[in-house]
């Protein structure tokens, strides 16, 4: 049976590779930092890395790792269980308080990933007879969520503020019961940040929750670090905050649900991925709790961060290239054409530099980019250092 399978396993995959949308991997033999060292998979060495999410450079950071070994010894590997069997233990009571704290809401509700946290919040707290309104942009795994859901779909345009009241509009005509918000806090393609004043005061005007993926802000975004919410001065007003741990918080993996006490205590009696999934491992919970710490004790991080993005939007700017507009870590540089984005990825890491060209269809047609993310483990020499390199690589392109 399998042998005309796999004949159309390799037809697929062969398409894929003819599009130019093959995702290759490179194999790194270092920790996650500003530098790794790439064994396989592309030019075998030591190069810049400017495509992680290791927005605070915590991934390697030293008293992050001593905080992950002493919780070995003391909480051991994995808890082999699920959180209402026998996989609660103290560290991870300790860490859900830490983030309601941090983030401003009631309580928190930990998971394996933010994909699962957000593949459980939908069906859990909607019904057929709710309504889910939902950026275009946001990230799959919302998209995901909500087709778990029986509840209405209603999509508005990216950040438009008149076709998601529209929308609601439509939701409230149509009779819904619930009607829930939801968007990214940052567009991780693009870098843009939703307006989420504005959506909290629509969501008012029409008595709707207001959700929101902070995946990409939470650690580094608004005064304390606090994200989206806390930029637009909103924490009391965002009924959903979901998350990771995976990206700002340390860069492990783990994801997490913020919100008012009666949806996180439903989610904890309903939500699928929680009830059904191993527990978040304890040596995470601990060296996020250690992220809090450094986070909550300094800002040092957060304005590093914030000069070095500086410094690359400038100098980029400065040498032509398209960057789309904004002060979000995530810096995109516009190609448009899918094969010039691969082939410029391709002659930065000949250069040094490792960045990825992103492509049809993770953003649309014609709008091809390299999406570069900065760090605040990154020198002001190695943000100088990557310029130099996109104008060399764009130089030999246009040869």
Same mark, same amino acid.
């Not at 008149?162 to 806090?185: C, F, H, M, N, P």
């Given at each position: 049976?399998?042998?005309?399978? $796999? ?68 909480? %051991? ?5 699920? !959180? ?8 991870? #009571? ?25 593949? /459980? ?13 939902? =950026? ?9 969520g909500i087709r778990l859901? #029986? ?17 609601? #509009? ?13 968007? =990214? ?15 909290? =005061?629509?969501?008012? !005007? ?18 304390? /670090? ?28 783990g994801g997490y649900v913020?919100? !008012? ?6 989610? !904890? ?20 709790? #250690? ?28 040498? %032509? ?14 190609? /448009? ?47 100088? $250092? ?6 060399a690589a764009r130089a030999?392109?246009? %040869?």
């Open positions: 049976m399998f042998d005309s399978v $796999r004949n159309d396993l390799r037809a697929t995959l062969d398409e894929i590779r003819a599009a130019g949308l093959h995702k290759p991997e490179r194999v790194i033999g270092t920790p996650q930092s500003a530098t790794v060292e790439v064994t396989a998979g592309g030019r075998p060495g030591e190069v810049l890395n400017f495509c992680a999410n290791n927005y605070l450079g915590l991934a390697d950071h030293p008293e992050v790792v001593a905080a992950a070994h002493e919780a070995l010894d003391r909480w %051991g590997y994995g808890m082999a269980s699920v !959180r209402f069997i026998c996989g609660t233990q103290e560290v991870h #009571k300790e860490l859900e308080a830490r983030l309601s704290a941090f983030l401003g809401q009631e309580d928190t509700i930990l998971y394996s990933s933010c994909f699962d946290a957000n593949g /459980g919040v939908f069906e859990t707290v909607l019904g057929p007879e709710d309504a889910v309104i939902s =950026d275009a942009l946001n990230h799959a795994s919302i998209i995901d859901s #029986k509840a209405r779909r209603f999509r508005y345009a990216n950040r438009d503020l008149a076709d998601l009241e529209q929308q609601l #509009k439509e939701a409230t005509e149509g009779g819904a019961r619930r009607k829930l918000v939801v968007t =990214d806090g940052v567009f991780s393609m693009d870098g843009y940040v939703a307006p989420l004043r504005e959506i909290c =005061d629509l969501a008012d !005007r029409y008595d709707a929750m207001v959700m929101v993926d902070d995946s990409h802000a939470v650690g580094f975004v608004g005064p304390g /670090g606090r994200g989206t919410p806390e930029l637009h001065g909103v924490m009391d007003r965002v009924d959903i905050i979901t998350g990771t741990l995976g990206k700002a918080l340390g860069g492990a993996s913020a919100a !008012r006490a009666e949806i996180v205590a439903l989610l !904890r009696q309903r939500s699928r991925p929680y009830l059904f999934s191993n527990t978040l491992a304890p040596v995470i919970a601990a060296a996020s709790l #250690k992220v809090l710490d450094l986070l909550e004790s300094a800002d040092d991080l957060r304005v590093r961060l914030a000069e070095n993005t500086a410094l690359f939007r400038r100098r980029m700017t400065a040498e %032509g290239f398209d960057i789309l507009p904004g002060d979000h870590a995530i810096a995109p540089v516009m190609i /448009g054409d899918a094969a010039r984005a691969g082939r410029m990825a391709e002659l930065l890491l000949e250069r040094g530099v490792y960045v990825i060209g992103f492509s049809y269809p993770v953003v649309p047609q014609g709008q091809a980019r390299i999406r570069v993310q900065l760090s605040a483990a990154h020198s002001t020499e190695d943000v100088n $250092r990557v310029v130099d390199a996109f104008v030999e392109l246009e %040869g």
